[in-house]
């Protein structure tokens, strides 16, 4: 299948150039576009027939539901049985954004959007390319992240061609995700409400406007998130965490490297650990930078394009530094210990 890449600048969008991509999209194809959070693979969400071709170009579990994407308050009416006074107190502070809330589904909501489950995760994302596909469109839009299976989400547009290019219809292309991971996903239908997924909208920020916790259940239970239970955001490398104070991490950096002299490892490491390291053979290693952990946004903005790129150079055993949660957060947290296998040195 040839697949049509449509670049869009976000700061001066064409809208002649988005509306025949959202027309593509109403006819029936599957569209990629990006978000502030990652890129997403978006099909017409009432269509069931059309909705499973995302399963069958992304390689996904039948059984994991997709978030719905929306332009305005007169759509989310349309998707859901009632609103409750939660959404309505969320979607004022946090809409549009990266959040996506579940909800009781109204039965017209294919089976396959929902995963078989009787709710719906909904979502109106704020990058200004992806409203303005959402509003051409002006159809409710499903679309998890537009990578294969088991992959980092793509943050770029070039990850999501690697992926998706010859599988899908379209690929909009515009600027690299600002957030750089999945939203927040919280349950609405249970009291108090359930943070599924954490993301970079936080706990301590919805607290301010409705009760909330975490969701507990162990991978023993049933998950209330069934996405949660498969394998994510991986490098196809094994990936180890590095832990420790700072002089702990160098000593456990060196002695990998040490013992891994016979093959090409790929090390990960912030700015302020690359310079407290010796010998890195980079001649052979890959050696990858997270950024400063000055700047923690900026580390999770590239954490999926640094996952990938040991990818591209073939690297079998990864080793990266762990930065703690007091300063990368829960949300960057949880990728890491997902793509690990919950893997430390
Ligand atoms: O930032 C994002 O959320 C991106 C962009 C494209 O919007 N999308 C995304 O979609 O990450 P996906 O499919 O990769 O992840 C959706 C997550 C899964 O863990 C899924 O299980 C959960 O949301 N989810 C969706 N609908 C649900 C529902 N009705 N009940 C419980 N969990 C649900
Ligand atoms: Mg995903």
């Avoid at 006819?27 to 969400?45: H, R």
Wanted: overall charge positive; charged content about 25%.
């Amino acid at each position: 299948m040839k697949t049509k890449i449509f670049e869009i600048d976000q700061k001066k969008i064409d809208k002649k150039l988005l509306e025949e991509a959202a027309t593509i999209l109403k006819q029936g194809g599957l569209v990629a576009f990006p978000t502030e959070t990652v890129y997403g693979l978006g099909a017409n969400a009432l269509n069931g027939d059309i909705v499973s071709k995302i399963f069958i170009a992304k390689g996904r579990p039948g059984d994991n539901p997709l978030i719905v994407h929306i332009h305005s308050m007169e759509q989310l009416k349309l998707l859901v049985e009632n609103i409750p006074e939660e959404g309505k107190l969320l979607a004022k502070f946090f809409w549009p954004g990266p959040l996506t809330m579940i909800f009781k589904a109204k039965e017209s909501i294919p089976a396959k959007v929902r995963g078989g489950l009787d709710t719906v995760g909904i979502r109106m994302p704020s990058d200004p390319v992806a409203l303005g596909f959402l509003r051409l469109a002006d159809i409710p839009v499903a679309a998890p992240s537009a990578n294969i299976s088991g992959r980092p989400s793509p943050t770029q547009g070039q990850h999501v061609i690697e992926d998706l290019g010859g599988k899908i219809d379209g690929i909009i292309i515009s600027s690299n995700s600002k957030i750089g991971i999945e939203s927040t996903v919280i349950d609405l239908t249970v009291k108090p409400a359930l943070i599924l997924r954490p993301g970079s909208i936080s706990l301590e920020e919805i607290e301010k406007y409705i009760p909330v916790k975490y969701e507990t259940s162990s991978l023993t239970e049933k998950p209330r998130s069934p996405g949660t239970k498969y394998r994510h955001y991986a490098p196809k490398g094994d990936l180890c965490i590095i832990k420790g104070n700072k002089t702990e991490k160098i000593q456990k950096f060196q002695k990998v490297i040490t013992e891994n002299m016979g093959e090409k490892i790929g090390i990960l490491v912030s700015e302020e650990l690359r310079f407290s390291l010796e010998k890195l053979n980079e001649e052979k290693n890959v050696v990858r930078i997270l950024g400063s952990v000055k700047n923690p946004r900026n580390i999770t903005a590239n954490l999926y394009k640094n996952l990938r790129e040991f990818d591209s150079e073939d690297v079998k055993k990864i080793y990266m530094e762990d930065i703690p949660e007091d300063i990368s957060g829960k949300a960057y947290q949880n990728r890491i210990v997902k793509a690990s296998g919950g893997k430390v040195l």
